[in-house]
């Protein structure tokens, strides 16, 4: 499915549409499908971002919350890390505000670690943006770490030492 989106990139809006009828577990294969799109070539969603960031914080079925948490964690990469031109202008401030207010919902609430996992990169990414998440992401880490499984304490270890 994902090649099918690949190679006829207006059949995101359709997939993204499915992935966002959030009560639907149909919705989490069209997160994966959107996941693996995103992995491969990350400027198909970039029309669809405004749709993409209004929605992603009414995501809850941790199946469909862990892509789409990988899909913000690509997309901060490539924004903070690689500094791809096209993701640093089609991304505005407020898509990064609405990335932010959902992986801090994911790092806090009931979730799978891989989905706080992406988000504490996301956030320690965002915060190179925003300066008040470093010390919000840190107090969160700290909080937590006593009552979290191995998987989070090793990358909530790794992220408070970037901190």
Aim: aromatic share 10%; proline share 4%; with cysteine.
């Amino acid at each position: 499915m994902s090649n099918l989106i690949l190679n006829s990139p207006l059949n995101i809006a359709t997939i993204m549409e499915i992935a966002f009828q959030v009560d639907d577990p149909v919705s989490c294969k069209a997160c994966w499908i959107m996941e693996f799109t995103a992995k491969e070539h990350l400027p198909h969603l970039f029309p669809y971002m405004d749709n993409f960031v209004e929605n992603i914080g009414k995501v809850h079925l941790d199946p469909a919350v862990r892509p789409i948490a990988k899909i913000c964690e690509y997309l901060m990469k490539s924004y903070f890390q690689s500094k791809d031109k096209k993701t640093c202008e089609t991304l505005t401030d407020q898509h990064l505000e609405g990335i932010t207010s959902a992986c801090f919902d994911w790092l806090i609430g009931d979730h799978k670690v891989a989905a706080q996992a992406y988000s504490m990169t996301s956030l320690l990414l965002l915060g190179r943006k925003f300066h008040w998440i470093h010390p919000e992401l840190r107090m969160i880490l700290e909080q937590n770490y006593q009552l979290g499984s191995a998987a989070y304490k090793a990358r909530a270890r790794m992220t408070l030492a970037k901190l």
